[in-house]
């Protein structure tokens, strides 16, 4: 497994460009891509796919991935900047929707990280309900000031809210803002399931970071632990998932690092990455794993 040096705080990124590299599916799909035409520096895509064909390989030296550095700077993912990590995620799905010339083959893409809901309002003054359908290509996940533990975190999300004051829904059928009852309901789930943990909070013009654990399995299955979360219309069988990687944030909110710990594709065992540096480690050190501040 190939590490990528640090090049002008591209941390966060290197951490991600690990994650594509462990989930083969996308590399996979990449490699289909004919892209003979593509010549720019600029296409996001075809940089993508050159760096995760060279990190396939057994070289001990870090992996090139300037090139993909540079075409995400021209993208305005600039170097020399810290990034969110889900931010630049959802960036680098979307250039590869906008820049590769097969249509088909940049749905598939997305379709392998598609989470598709139905979100239903019911008017706590008339009952009347509202449906509607979208899709995520992350599942965003509040954490509490405290301990915390996945499948809390996902029941949560899949709980009934209350919109009140300020947060009251348009009603049709009142023909005003109401007082409401919210929920989400799935569709369908992904072959690549990316959970964020939304650690960081914004009040006042300031932004902070929850410095709290969340445990987390090495498999899990939708059907077991969130039963009451599927649409009638939800049709797939398989819901099972198995855990991949952990993408860490260390620091503040202001200021930190980004590593990751990765299962490789090939020996199924986990390893450590930071940046260039990339070592063996169990389950028992990915458990451990929760970023909090600079010790």
């Not at 951490?15 to 289909?32: G, M, N, R, V, Y």
């Not at 503040?252 to 930071?274: F, K, L």
């Amino acid at each position: 497994m190939r590490g990528l040096t640090n090049y002008r705080l591209s941390c966060c990124v290197n951490t991600l460009l690990q994650t594509f590299s462990a989930t083969w599916e996308l590399a996979d799909l990449l490699d289909k891509w004919e892209a003979a035409g593509v010549r720019d520096s600029r296409n996001v895509p075809l940089q993508l796919k050159k760096v995760l064909a060279a990190m396939r390989s057994d070289h001990p030296q870090p992996a090139p991935h300037h090139d993909f550095l540079h075409c995400l700077d021209r993208n305005c993912l600039r170097l020399s900047v810290q990034h969110d990590a889900d931010e630049v995620f959802l960036s680098i799905l979307n250039f590869m929707q906008q820049q590769m010339d097969d249509k088909n083959l940049a749905l598939e893409i997305q379709n392998l990280y598609k989470i598709s809901v139905e979100t239903r309002v019911q008017c706590l003054e008339c009952t009347f309900v509202q449906t509607h359908t979208s899709y995520l290509l992350s599942l965003p996940l509040h954490i509490k000031e405290e301990p915390n533990y996945l499948e809390d975190c996902m029941t949560s999300f899949f709980a009934h809210q209350e919109l009140r004051g300020i947060d009251c829904c348009f009603c049709e059928q009142c023909g005003k803002k109401t007082p409401s009852k919210q929920d989400v309901k799935l569709l369908s789930l992904p072959r690549i399931l990316c959970v964020h943990l939304k650690r960081f909070r914004n009040s006042c013009g300031q932004t902070w970071k929850l410095d709290c654990s969340v445990t987390f399995p090495e498999n899990f299955d939708f059907s077991e632990i969130l039963k009451d979360a599927f649409s009638p219309d939800f049709a797939q069988n398989d819901c099972k998932y198995t855990l991949h990687a952990v993408v860490v944030h260390s620091g503040y909110a202001m200021s930190g690092h980004y590593t990751a710990y990765v299962r490789h594709r090939v020996n199924q065992r986990w390893y450590y990455a930071d940046d260039s540096h990339v070592e063996q480690v169990t389950w028992e050190n990915v458990k451990r794993s929760y970023g909090g501040r600079f010790g």
